[in-house]
């Protein structure tokens, strides 16, 4: 292991052989040369990173400029992928089911906000304290409603049941947040969406997407669905070059789209023609604008990242395309299929990437936001500055900072410990041992030496400044910045004072008990104690050598929540009974201590 990270270390040194160059000027109105360097780009993105297939098209306002495929659909049978090639798209999905849901508001057969129990009556998740309000539709589709983000159980499954039972499920599982906390993404929270469509409009909702938007559009290749279209259209989903069959989803509201390039821009090219497409409106200029417009402005935690309905409104390092108006994006990740979506909606541009295996997520992104900056240059002369790193600067942490920094933080990458070393600060985080040093901008980046010379490149890492704020009610709080995009990554939590002999006996491995047909997700389940803390220990089928570490944080003997970038939050783990044994049970999985 020690090897095999210095080998990946050295070979960040080198860098990348044989990456194209990008053009330093593109010509007005002219997208050749965009198109020639992308498709430069494409295909050693997908040599460097095993992709088999992928599909691109880029969209200046009504009209479809360029609509390719790379590669395969299906690398035995020798299918090439193109422009009307079916992927799985994930989370892209999440913007048609919400558009779908605003048609209906347009309609007044729904109100955005209103208690979601107006349309969902038996719709009741368990709190730790009284809510300060209820949940909304508004809230579910900017990721404010503070539900869990996935009911796992189930998730994925060769025969899913229906996304409507979610509504009961849901009502035996606790509130993580309240609403309008923070932001926290919620898949749940999107399919509870597509169940007050279907009782709204008293159809079922694959069909009534079909029917209020996706035949309007003319996306006639395109379906919802629990799994791949049964089309000789669709491509195969592939690990390390080797196809592998999809599992099918519940959530269908929140990924179960099949679409193509093609398809997917004439959704693109609605949006720009402020909700008209094809003769039809579908959607109306003022819906349009609010589901592009920032929702959480007032969120102090959000900081300044934003969400509208359905679209992100935020993007970090070099995916951030300046001086171009808002950049309105959504990416997606099912099975073995990636997918990236952005728009400028001042300058109607568009492009989507799909992707046909699991290590095609960085590579989607980066062709589609390359591919954006170039025709943004080619369309309106806007060429993007250049990209400069942050620069160390001399001397050692300022006093304030060793006093504010110091500390054990929950944080969306587990447990971070920060200590102060004389006067530098020291940082530990999954199993690796950093420095956090002062910048040139007044932030404090990470560090990471090797051998105790080499300074490896730390990808998405190396960009982040961190602040702390003790704002809010003194709470220490931890924010990462990259460019001008802040976004709250994790909270200090008070030193622990030992495990109660209830929690104390239950350390150790654990077994799943009620897996049933899902698909396998965790080769090791175990409960530790780590410096006085309680921690659910998690290694998964897919990245088996590596442990994930979280703070399980006892509310009391029967209860405690897995802490993410708040401590006083997180979703429930609960002790049960079955048959007489105690189980803990999580997400509707339940395991016992072996």
Known sequence: MKLLTLVLCLAALVGCAGAPTRPTTVTRGDYQQAKAYISELIQHEMSKHGVPGLSIALVDDQRIVWAQGFGFADVEKKTPAGADTLYRVGSISKLLTDAAAMQLAEQGRLDIDAPLQTYLPGFAPKTHQPPAAAITLRQLMSHHSGLPRDRLKGFQNPEPRPFAELEQELSDEYMAYPPDQHFSYSNVGISLVGRVMEVQSATPFAQHLRQSLLVPMGMSQSSFDVGPAASAQMSLGYRKHDAVPEVALRDVPAGGLNSSVNDLSRFMSMVFAEGSSGGQQILKPATVAEMLRPQNTAVPLDSNFHVGLGWMLSTLGKSTIQNAGPVAHHGGSIGMFRSALYVLPQHKLGV?????????????????????????????????????????????????????????????????????????????????????????????????????????????????????????????????????????????????????????????????????????????????????????????????????????MPVSDTQARLLGPLAHGGETVRVVTVDGVEQLAYSGYLVKKQ
């Open 352 to 552: 989507v990437v799909l992707g046909n295996s699991n290590t095609s997520g960085g590579v989607v992104d980066r062709v589609a936001t390359e591919t954006l900056k170039l025709a943004l240059q080619a369309k309106a002369g806007i060429q993007q500055p250049e990209y400069k790193p942050a620069v160390w600067a001399d001397g050692a942490v300022p006093a304030s900072a060793l006093r504010d920094y110091a500390g054990d933080y929950t944080t969306t990458m587990g447990l971070v410990r920060i200590q102060a070393d004389g006067r530098r600060l020291k940082l530990e985080a999954l199993d690796r041992k950093f420095d956090l040093r002062m910048r040139t901008d007044g932030l404090l980046g990470l560090d990471y030496t090797l051998l105790g010379f080499i300074h490896p490149d730390l990808g998405p890492l190396s960009e982040m400044g961190f602040i702390h704020r003790s704002e809010d009610a003194g709470r220490g709080l931890l924010f990462a910045r990259v460019g001008a995009q802040e976004m709250l990554v994790g909270q200090r939590i008070a030193p622990p004072t030992g495990l109660t002999a209830a929690w104390r006996k239950r350390l150790g491995d654990y077994t799943l008990t009620n897996l049933g047909s899902d698909p396998k997700v965790a080769e090791r389940i175990s409960l530790v104690e780590e410096r006085g803390y309680l921690m659910l220990a998690l290694s998964t089928s897919d990245a088996p050598g590596e442990t994930l570490r979280v703070v399980l």
